[in-house]
């Protein structure tokens, strides 16, 4: 169960203007690797609300029913301020819309093919614990956002701080509503799998097209130094590896990780303006 509140934060950021080109400290590669993550979210944060709400019916304790109203208010403003994030970066170059329209053809392939509503939720897990331990490294990192546009960093901090405080809303459904036993650890995993590929192949795709189609086209240049990203400094991928192995135990649950401190720390820049819960 939730072991912070969570409060949703309904802030308008303001991103727009061409002076904010290569806003991550007038690096064009992590500016790219940011933009290209943004990219998935206006469609992503809405699947994951849909996939938690599917169940809200079959949820009688009245705290896990609150935290659902605040993760899906929560996640319904990232959601808004991601696609206004990604209309002020089309000012930057790169078909954004064309991007924006890979993750959404994945899905609906997905669900073309037929998904039931236990492995939709046992995906929002997953890409719920790959944005939490985003989260963290974004948080933990007092230098992870250093030299970037002070606006941008106030929409990245704001949204790491909102995924730790609901991180374990919808694998706290998934272990009301979901398979128990063998069958379920199975399919969490099997879930975990397909959200590790999704996740990797569409940011790093995403940002390889933005680096390209805002002029940066030299391609291995480009890909060795998003590894050295990933990798090295700060090296989200290296920083992150345990925690994303944590997943595949049995009896994880995302508060072994505690981020209370992390949470504590940086909510205060925030002003606390609750929004309307999602329907
Ligand atoms: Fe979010
Ligand atoms: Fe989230």
Redesign the pocket.
């Known amino acids: 169960m939730g072991q912070v509140p969570i409060t949703p934060r309904n802030i308008k950021f303001a991103l727009g203007g061409e002076d904010k080109r290569n806003w991550f400290a007038g690096d064009p590669v992590r500016t790219a690797i940011l933009d290209g993550a943004s990219i998935l ?1 206006p469609y992503g ?1 809405g699947k ?1 609300i849909e996939s938690v709400i599917h169940f809200r019916d079959r949820i009688t304790d009245p705290r896990l029913l609150a935290d659902i109203n605040a993760f899906a208010a ?2 319904g403003v ?2 808004r301020e991601h696609r206004r994030y990604n209309k002020a970066i089309e000012a930057f170059g790169g078909d954004i819309a064309r991007l924006e329209k890979r993750l959404r053809d994945v899905v609906e392939k997905m669900e073309r093919r037929g998904v039931s509503p236990e492995y939709k939720l046992a995906l929002t897990c997953a890409f719920e614990h790959f ?1 939490a331990m985003l989260a963290h490294e974004l948080l933990a990192d007092p230098h992870f956002l250093d030299g970037a546009e002070p606006e941008f960093a106030r929409l990245w901090r704001w ?1 790491a701080i ?2 730790a405080e609901h991180k374990a809303v919808a694998f706290d459904v998934w272990n009301q509503v979901g398979p128990k036993g063998l069958r379920g650890y199975l399919m969490r995993v099997r879930a975990m799998l397909r959200a590790t590929r999704i996740f990797t192949s569409q940011t790093r795709f995403n940002t390889h097209v933005l680096l390209r189609e805002r002029g940066q086209t030299n391609v291995l240049r480009n890909a060795r130094r998003i590894l050295h990203f990933a990798v090295i400094r700060p090296g989200l991928l290296r920083r992150s590896f345990g925690v994303y192995l944590s997943y595949f135990r049995p009896g994880f649950h995302p508060w072994q990780h505690d981020d209370r401190h992390l949470i504590e720390q940086h909510k205060n820049s925030y002003a606390a303006e609750p929004v309307i819960a999602a329907e």
């Open positions: 979210f944060e994951f929560q996640e990232h959601s944005t949204h909102e995924e």
